[in-house]
């Protein structure tokens, strides 16, 4: 496994401030967050797949409407039917959610499937980047292929199997934090020996003073904090400016 299964600590964080200016709609029969760059394009897109905290958590919505302040249609499907988990709350058992409730890559991967084909054709996407926060980072290696997922950018990603990173046919880009024991300094290396063999881009930046979740939900009171989840958001930009915008 590329890196660890999901902890306590991917459901705690800071809820920023801010007011979401996307809309919730459906897509392929699923609730989803949608978010239109200033000309209303849809050419461009991305695809966010939320960490465990889901795509009503304002964090995500507030990153989505970034990423189309930046020129892309963005999308966050919800896949966790309404029921994600909590955020800060003290007597949530993670690991009793994830053995009763967590979906599965059997519950995920038809979601997915059906919003990138819903993409792909209604809404006429041409160019397709995937944003992976937690758990979302095992489905953006799942979907990194051909007629898919034209480019991926996950973060302190969480369940990921070796062998879905091996299988990714597009390029990659990681931002991981020095302090995550879901995605370790071994398993940020054993990452890289599989990215060092294949032929696709690839990209891993390593951010000091932060924890696992920080792309996302990190204290921005906090300088090195907010620093860094700043960093990361324009390192996803900057990978899907080269290889979705022109691409």
């Given amino acids: 496994m590329a890196s660890n299964p999901p902890g306590q600590c991917c459901a705690v964080g800071v809820k920023h401030e801010g007011t979401a200016v996307g809309e919730v709609k459906t897509i392929a029969d699923v609730r989803a967050y949608f978010s239109y760059p200033k000309d209303k394009s849809t050419h461009n897109a991305i695809l966010i797949i939320t960490d465990i905290l889901g795509m009503d958590f304002i964090n995500v919505q507030l990153i989505a409407d970034q990423f189309a302040a930046n020129g892309y249609f963005v999308v966050a499907p919800d896949l966790f039917n309404g029921a994600p988990a909590p955020v800060n709350d003290p007597n949530f058992d993670i690991k009793k959610w994830i053995q009763d409730s967590m979906p599965r890559t ?52 969480s369940f990921v199997d070796a062998e879905e990173v091996e299988g990714i046919e597009g390029p990659l880009s990681i931002a991981a934090a020095e302090t995550d024991h879901i995605f370790p300094a071994e398993k940020r290396h054993e990452t890289e020996a599989i990215l060092l063999k294949h032929k696709v881009p690839y ?38 400016d080269e290889y979705v915008k022109s691409g």
């Fill in 106 to 157: 059997h519950q995920v991967d038809p979601i997915l499937e059906a919003t990138i084909k819903e993409l792909r054709g209604s809404y006429g996407v041409k160019r397709l980047g995937g944003v992976g926060y937690c758990f979302g980072g095992k489905y953006v290696c799942r979907f990194l292929k051909s007629g898919k997922l034209d480019a991926g950018y996950i973060a302190h990603p």
């Fill in 203 to 240: 990209q891993i930046n390593l951010f000091s003073d932060v924890v696992h979740g920080f792309a996302v939900r990190c204290d921005l009171s906090k300088r090195r904090e907010k620093f860094a989840k700043e960093q990361a958001f324009f390192q996803a930009v900057a990978w899907f």
